[in-house]
């Protein structure tokens, strides 16, 4: 016997090589992140903005506003171009926390809602992201005027909560900008 056959079929052998095989497809999988991570985050920030612009017409790029907002309140972007501001804001659903991206115009209007995410029940909850639904808040200064989703007044709840949210946190990022 070789000392490689001795090696290979021992103890020692078999843990070392899978070692070797375990550490170069460690390097090459760092490899390949390091090379991909700037593009991924890149895509990220143009989905968000795409996303932005998509609840605020006429905005193309987006400076984020920092302040103390209220709990529910994710993230506040003011449009570059004086456009209004994009509020992140989550109410209490059936199915747990709904987000949504909320668009609020330079007046304080809110011009544009997204659902961002959900767990609400399919068929009923899951109403919410309609557009036909979401519509009925566009330029409605009060949430609570609109009627509700008959059977899903907890999601109905959430989005009202959530635009509630959208106009502290604006109130708050016009103070602050």
Not at 13 to 38: D, K, N, R
Not at 149 to 166: F, N, Q
């Amino acid at each position: 016997m070789t000392a490689w056959n001795r090696f290979r079929d021992g103890m020692v052998g078999p843990v070392v090589i899978l070692l070797a095989i375990s550490v170069i497809f460690t390097v090459a999988l760092a490899g390949v992140y390091q090379m991909t991570e700037p593009a991924i985050r890149q895509g990220e920030i143009d989905a968000a903005n795409e996303a932005r612009a998509f609840v605020l017409e006429g905005a193309e790029s987006f400076t984020e506003i920092v302040a103390p907002y209220p709990e529910g309140v994710a993230e506040v972007y003011k449009a570059d171009n004086g456009a209004g501001y994009v509020v992140r804001a989550a109410g209490s659903g059936y199915g747990g926390p709904v987000t949504f991206m909320i668009g609020v115009g330079a007046d304080g209007d809110v011009v544009g809602i997204t659902v961002f995410d959900h767990n609400e029940t399919p068929g009923l909850g899951s109403k919410i992201g309609e557009e036909a639904y979401l519509r009925k808040y566009i330029g409605s200064a009060d949430p609570d005027s609109v009627d509700g989703i008959t059977g899903a007044t907890i999601t109905s709840g959430a989005l009202k909560s959530a635009l509630r949210l959208a106009g502290e946190a604006y109130a708050i990022a016009k103070g602050v900008s």
